[in-house]
C-alpha cells in the first residue's frame, strides 16, 4: 500500500457538503448522533477531522475504524501518535496516563492493533487543505506555525511516522513543526491574534474550548466531547 501524502488536498465539494469534526476521541455514538441530526449524507458529503480519533472515551474501536471510510478524512492527533509509539517502540506508559488504558480490556488482538498502528502511518496525512478555488482552509491537529509555507514544506518531506517517533532524518527545526502541529497550545496559551500568513484559514482541535474560537485566522473547535457531551461539527464555509 503506497503512504498518503502528508499534505492532503481537496477541492471543494460540488456533489453534497463538507464538515469539519473536533476531537472525537472515542465517542462514536455521540457523533453518530451528531451527524443524524445535520442530515449528513453518507453518499455525498465529506467529514474531515482534527484527529485524536481515540482515548478517553468508551467507543475506541469503532472510531479506529473510521479510518476506512469513504466519506471521512482525519488528519494525525496526538493521540494516534502515542498509539503509534506504544506500538511501533515499545512505550506504553505515557499513552496509558493519556486514555490509552481501554487497549487493556479490549477484545483487539496485538496484532490487530498493530495493524491499526500501520495503516494510520499509510492512511492518515500529517494536514490537509481544501479549497474552493480562491480560499484555502487549512487543517492541522494543534496549531500551525506562523507561516502555513512552513507545514507545506514539512509535509513534501514524506517523513515515516516511525523514524519520526525515533528521531530519525528530522531536523531541529522540522522537529519542532511537527511538535507544534500535533502537541502545540502556545498560541491558545498567550493569545496570539496574528494571522497565520500563506493560508485563509486554519481549523485545529486539541485544546478544549467550552465554545469555538477564532485566534486571528485559527479556529479552535475541540469542545471536549467525552466529558461535556458536546461534539463540534462544523459545516466548512469559505465566505469568511
Known amino acids: 500500500m503506497t503512504q498518503v501524502n502528508r499534505l492532503q488536498t481537496f477541492t471543494k465539494n460540488k456533489q453534497g457538503r463538507d464538515f469539519v469534526v473536533g476531537d472525537i476521541h472515542g465517542c462514536y455514538t455521540k457523533l453518530m ?3 443524524d441530526e445535520i442530515n449528513f449524507d453518507f453518499k455525498k458529503d465529506r467529514l474531515f477531522s482534527v484527529g485524536d480519533l481515540i482515548d478517553r472515551g468508551p467507543e475506541n474501536e469503532q472510531c479506529l475504524e473510521l479510518i476506512y471510510e469513504n466519506w471521512f478524512f482525519p488528519v494525525m492527533g496526538n493521540h494516534e501518535l502515542l498509539m503509534m509509539n506504544a506500538i511501533f517502540n ?5 499513552w496509558f496516563r493519556n486514555g490509552g488504558q481501554w487497549i487493556l480490556t479490549s477484545d483487539l488482538l496485538t496484532d490487530e492493533i498493530a495493524l491499526y498502528a500501520q495503516e494510520i502511518n499509510l492512511l492518515v496525512p500529517f494536514a490537509i487543505e481544501i479549497t474552493d478555488g480562491e480560499k484555502k482552509i487549512g487543517i492541522v491537529h494543534a496549531e500551525p506555525s506562523h507561516d ?3 507545514v507545506r ?3 513534501q518531506k514524506e517523513y515515516d511516522v516511525k523514524d519520526i517517533l525515533k528521531g530519525h ?7 519542532i513543526t511537527f511538535y507544534r502541529m500535533t502537541w ?7 493569545n496570539i491574534q496574528t494571522v497565520v500568513k500563506n493560508i485563509d484559514q486554519v481549523i485545529v482541535g486539541h485544546t478544549i474550548n467550552e465554545n ?5 485566522n485559527v479556529r479552535y473547535i475541540d469542545t471536549g466531547c467525552f466529558y461535556t457531551d458536546n461534539i463540534t461539527v462544523e459545516e466548512l464555509n469559505f465566505n469568511f
Open 90 to 94: 515499545r512505550k506504553s506508559a505515557l
Open 153 to 155: 514544506d514539512f509535509c
Open 212 to 216: 469555538p474560537i477564532n485566534l486571528g
Open 33 to 35: 448522533q451528531k451527524l
Open 169 to 175: 532524518t528530522i531536523n531541529k527545526r522540522e522537529a
Open 148 to 150: 502555513w509555507n512552513i
Open 184 to 190: 502545540g497550545r502556545t498560541r491558545h496559551k498567550i
